[in-house]
């Protein structure tokens, strides 16, 4: 984490949410910025570079898509969504347009920040790839293609190798299955989630990880998979 | 073509008609006849004189139609009324002028002109008849002036035709005229108008043209005048006894006495029907055509049948009553029977003249006429006798040449059939001629007579005596092998022999008549029964309506249709056998909008747009239909057979009657279902007020205590407060979410977006979700390494896991553990949740599922909202599986089981 003090951007209509985002986050040593309405949100987004932006879908201006649209024309920072939970599609349409992880309301604060800390590192990290990559008892080397679990090597197929090494990539973070099948296997193949399906099945035979207990590999139903952070 | 009551000419019919008309005000016009004795006396001008009256007092007056037939004076009087446009009819090439009916109703006027009542409208009109128009128009409420020439009104038909020697094709019937409110006849002395006519200010109609000379000669035209004036005094008279009736003047009324006229199928029936006509009008009491069939009318050919129909037809359009009587074999005796009971005292019956032929000399010698039955029975009667002229004679006569009678291979194989059973007899008897006396042989030719009778009736019955007669002169009388007869008893033998054979056979045909009479109505109640039990055993009205159509259209023996209303009220096609007609003609369309908002049969056979191959009859057991019924029979000659009237509406009957009693069950269930939701929106206000405020109450009470007195509490304190709220939040989150559920639940919008998904994703997930409902209790997992994908949705199916795990740990004790399983069998995966909990009571096993139940009530209960079970089995059953209650796997505890459908085996390779 940086010297300076983080600065987090919450787009939010309801003030008492507000209100209490305001002293969570500075709890966790972060600075708010405020706008209540999505318009702006955006205007602030550009004006006052913001390390992250804490979105709310249900605005009243302007629909969350649009906002996170407007911000991705020209900006890289990260978005976390607050969304009601059953909202499968709307979730996905938000990370499609570009949003990179969400938390459903009402959540506990110790899950938001995990998930504004996993996001506000992935920009810390930036620029400049490691060779290896290594989450809890997962350890990767991207040159030479190896995985190590718990310091024992195990054989992965080209595609589950990079389906892993993406999930590594963003550990503790949201990646959909739409993310997964363009990288790994093309934008012509964005429909065929079976494919990304048998593939983490194998992968987590491999890991001796078991679905319904998990420890590396989080199912988000229907909208994507988490590695554990 | 209006029917009962007002069709029959008798005074407490007046009565009845001036009764209706009192209270109505909006209800229907008055029709006002302008009545002339010939073309030409001026009775269009008349009536248009009137109009004028009328529209100077004030009326909205309309010409709907009227025919100057280019004469200057009438057209002048045309020119300040409103003329309707004509309705244009494309007919064969030729465009004709007809009324615009729909217009002219659409236009509501106080009064319409309408010309020439007897008028017959362009094939494909509405109705057939332009009094038929001008009835609708009537009770549609609007007033009516019409023209009519004595020479059309059907009881008149023959008088004027005897007199003039024309015929006139269009007649009115005389029911019609006894709607009128008003008839005035327009008189013009024979000199003034063969003047007119010489000057050339009479239109004549063609056929009239064409006789002109016979027509416009003085005496007829008197004679004409006669009748005329005689027919309106008729009615003053009518007018009179109405008046005194309904002004409750004591009058000398006859007793209610009828007059009966007995048809059958012969040519003379519609003479009869016609007099009878005349007659019951001069004495002023109803009357009533009756036709009896016994079993010879089953063996009948169609143009008999077609002749007893169109005199039951021409009965009905003359307004009188019309009844079908049955008889086995003495129809005499039927008719005096109903004659008795309806208080008849006057007979009419008519008679053949002698027939000509030998046979059938001998024929109406075994077989009395009906008529002769009758004088003999009716001593309490007075009988008319009426003798069909030679004409009648003649169309009956003419009438096989026309139409070549369908027997003649039947009549070929009677005679093949007498031939061999004379054969056989004659080689029966050969080895005992010779010492057998001659007259016993004759017995066993009778039996071979007998035989081919029974076999081929009448017609078996003549020919087997024939061939019997010759083979027996030829082989058994003297000379032998010739047909000269020598001795004196062998003629005599002879002659006993052929007396006897045919009076046997006929006797043999007969009673083959009846039994096969008997068998075919025994089909018939056969069929209407089995009709009866099949539409009985349907218990939902689509189910109602298809038996309809199909068994109606198998006893009907036609195509059937049923048509209710939709929503906005357009007749639309529910159900049809064979099946529903792709493209129904206007002419149908129109014919079953007629029956549903008439209420009366149209279409086929009917007086309403009888030239749609269809006949409607509206469905409806007491008040508005409900839909109408449509047959198009195979023959379409069956639609005018009374006999078929009466199935078809039997069959109406039954179907409305079906109908009716679903629609009441229907009802019911309704009823009863608004009264369980009834109790449902109770139970849900009560725990809405319960479920909602109870974790409000700890919410509200902690965060409040934290905010003024926080300082005052110890850590420890201020933590357990906290802890507290948060709990209780959770537990308010999940209330609001199966609250969220319910209602998409409810409103069936929950569309399961289905994906093949592994059970143990959803269950880890779900898992993690409840990680602190479930902290308290062990958790085991087995699920058989071959249970395929499920082909569900993976968010649905989870919230449906989620509420049946947090149930088990609402009632398992803590520390017990809660075993999930999974199997896959029969294409289906079984997914069972047990706990170590109380159980669930067998009687309670269902109910668990119905929303509000709890398994156990009072303060000790868990804290619940009653609803996730319910949403279990909604969401479950939402993607086609199910969910039942059990008892844990030693019987202690509870169980559930869940099946949900298995997604199809995917490629396991993935490129």
Request: proline share 5%.
């Amino acid at each position: 984490m940086n010297e300076t003090t983080p600065r987090i951007l919450v787009i939010e209509d309801e003030a008492p949410i507000r209100r209490f985002l305001k002293i969570v986050l500075a709890s966790a040593g972060y600075e708010m910025l405020e706008a209540e309405r999505g318009r702006i949100g955006v205007e602030q987004a550009a004006t006052s570079a913001p390390d992250a932006v804490l979105l709310d879908l249900g605005l009243p201006d302007m629909d969350g898509k649009a906002v996170i649209a407007a911000i991705r024309d020209w900006s890289q920072v990260p978005i976390l969504v607050l969304s009601v939970r059953d909202a499968e599609s709307e979730k996905i349409a938000a990370l499609d347009a570009g949003a990179d992880d969400y938390v459903t309301k009402p959540f506990a604060t110790g899950e938001l920040l995990a998930r504004l800390r996993v996001l506000l590192r992935k920009r810390a990290a930036g620029q400049g790839e490691p060779a290896e990559i290594e989450a809890g008892a997962l350890r990767i080397n991207l040159a030479a293609r190896t995985l190590a679990v718990e310091g024992r090597d195990v054989k992965l197929t080209r595609k589950q190798f990079e389906v892993l090494a993406l999930l590594m990539r963003h550990a503790g973070r949201l990646v959909s299955h739409r993310q997964i099948l363009t990288t790994v296997w093309g934008p012509a193949h964005v429909e065929d989630t079976h494919y990304l399906r048998i593939a983490v099945g194998h992968l987590r035979d491999k890991l001796g990880d078991d679905a319904a207990d998990p420890r590396f590999i989080l199912t988000e139903p229907g909208v994507g998979y988490r590695l554990k952070a | 073509m209006a029917t009962p009551p007002d069709t029959r000419p008798a005074p407490e019919s007046f009565l009845e008609a001036a009764r209706a008309e009192e209270p109505a005000p909006g209800g229907k016009g008055k029709l006002k006849i302008f009545l002339g004795a010939s073309p030409g006396v001026g009775k269009t001008f008349s009536m248009l004189e009137e109009a004028r009256t009328q529209k100077r007092s004030g009326l909205d007056v309309v010409v709907a139609l009227v025919e100057t037939h280019g004469r200057a004076e009438t057209a002048g009087m045309l020119a300040d009324l409103d003329i309707l446009p004509r309705r244009r009819v494309d007919y064969k090439g030729q465009v004709l002028g007809e009324m615009d009916l729909d217009a002219l109703l659409a236009r509501k006027p106080d009064l319409a002109l309408i010309d020439e009542f007897a008028h017959t409208n362009a094939p494909g009109s509405r109705h057939p008849k332009r009094w038929q128009d001008v009835m609708e128009v009537l009770d549609a409420g609007i007033d009516v002036l019409t023209t009519l020439n004595i020479q059309h009104i059907e009881s008149l038909n023959d008088t004027v035709a005897q007199i003039t020697g024309v015929r006139v094709q269009e007649t009115v019937p005389d029911a019609v005229l006894t709607r009128a409110d008003a008839i005035e006849l327009i008189d013009l002395p024979p000199e003034d108008l063969i003047r007119r006519m010489k000057e050339g200010k009479v239109y004549l109609p063609q056929q009239v043209g064409r006789a002109l000379e016979n027509f416009f000669n003085k005496g007829k035209l008197t004679a004409l005048r006669e009748i005329a004036l005689r027919t309106t005094a008729g009615r003053v008279d009518a007018d009179m006894l109405a008046f005194m009736s309904a002004n409750a003047v004591q009058g000398p009324w006859p007793a209610e006495e009828r007059l009966l006229v007995c048809v059958n199928e012969a040519p003379v029936a519609k003479s009869l029907v016609r007099a009878g006509k005349q007659m019951a009008e001069r004495m002023k009491i109803p009357w009533i055509v009756a036709t009896v069939l016994t079993p010879r009318h089953e063996s009948l050919n169609a143009t008999a049948r077609a002749a007893r129909q169109d005199a039951m037809h021409l009965a009905e359009t003359l307004g009188a009553e019309t009844a079908t009587l049955r008889a086995e074999s003495d129809a005499a005796g039927e008719i005096l029977r109903y004659a008795r009971a309806r208080n008849v005292t006057r007979l009419v019956v008519g008679r053949a003249r002698w027939p000509r032929g030998l046979v059938q000399k001998a024929i109406s010698l075994l077989r009395e006429p009906v008529s002769e039955k009758l004088l003999d029975g009716a001593t309490d009667f007075e009988v008319v006798v009426i003798t069909a002229s030679a004409k009648d004679q003649e169309t009956r006569r003419a009438s096989p040449l026309t139409a070549p009678p369908p027997g003649w291979s039947r009549l070929g194989g009677a005679a093949l059939e007498s031939c061999i059973a004379i054969a056989l007899a004659t080689a029966f008897a050969w080895p005992f001629w010779s010492w057998l006396p001659v007259a016993s042989i004759a017995v066993i030719y009778l039996v071979a007579v007998q035989v081919v009778a029974f076999r081929h009736g009448l017609t078996g019955a003549l020919l087997g005596s024939l061939i019997g007669f010759l083979a027996y002169n030829f082989f058994y009388t003297e000379p032998y092998y010739s047909f000269a007869v020598e001795q004196y008893e062998a003629v005599l033998g002879l002659v006993v022999f052929v007396v006897s054979s045919v009076v046997t056979g006929v006797l043999e045909s007969r009673l083959k008549a009846q039994i096969e009479s008997m068998r075919s109505a025994q089909a018939r109640t056969e069929t209407l029964f089995d009709f009866a039990r099949k539409i009985a055993s349907a218990t939902k009205s689509d189910d109602v309506l298809w038996a309809a159509a199909a068994h109606g259209a198998k006893v009907l023996d036609a195509r059937t249709l049923i048509l209710t209303p939709d929503r906005s009220g357009t007749l639309e096609q529910v159900q049809g056998h064979p099946s529903i007609e792709d493209h129904l003609d206007p002419a149908a369309l129109g014919a079953a909008r007629w029956a549903y908002e008439k209420a009366e049969p149209a279409g086929a056979g009917t007086g309403t747009l009888p030239n749609s191959e269809w006949l409607f009859v509206p469905l409806a057991t007491a008040g508005r239909p409900f839909g109408v019924i449509g047959v198009r029979f195979h023959d379409s000659k069956r639609a005018t057979d009374p006999e078929m009237k009466r199935l078809l509406m039997a069959v109406e009957d039954q179907v409305a009657v079906a109908i009716e009693r679903n629609r009441l069950a229907d009802d019911l269930a309704t009823a009863r279902i608004a009264a369980e939701s009834d109790k449902l929106r109770a139970a849900l206000l009560n725990s809405v007020s319960h479920d909602l405020r109870t974790p409000l109450v700890s919410i509200v009470g902690a965060a409040s205590t934290l905010a003024e007195r926080g300082e005052r509490l110890s850590a420890g304190d201020r933590e357990a407060l906290a802890l507290t709220a948060l709990d209780e939040a959770r537990r308010l989150d999940s209330y609001v979410q199966n609250l969220l559920d319910m209602t998409r639940l409810g409103h069936g919008d929950l569309k399961p977006k289905r994906a093949p998904v592994d059970l143990k994703e959803i269950i880890g997930r779900v898992r993690a979700d409840l990680a602190r409902v479930l902290r308290h209790h062990e958790i085991d997992i087995r699920i058989a390494r071959d249970v395929p994908m499920l082909d569900a949705d993976p968010v649905l199916i989870g919230q449906a896991l989620a509420n049946v795990l947090d149930n088990a740990a609402k009632y398992a004790p803590e520390g017990s553990t809660i075993s999930i399983a999974a199997q896959a069998r029969e294409g289906q995966a079984i997914i069972t949740v047990s706990d170590g909990g109380p159980g669930i009571p067998e009687g309670d096993r269902e109910r668990v599922f119905d929303l509000f139940h709890r398994a156990t009530r009072g303060d000790g209960a868990p804290g619940g909202t009653g609803m996730g079970l319910a949403i279990v089995r909604g969401l479950v059953e939402a993607h086609g599986g199910s969910v039942e209650a059990g008892a844990g796997p030693d019987g202690r505890g509870a169980r559930l089981t869940l099946r949900l459908p298995l997604a199809p085996p995917a490629a396991e390779e993935a490129p």
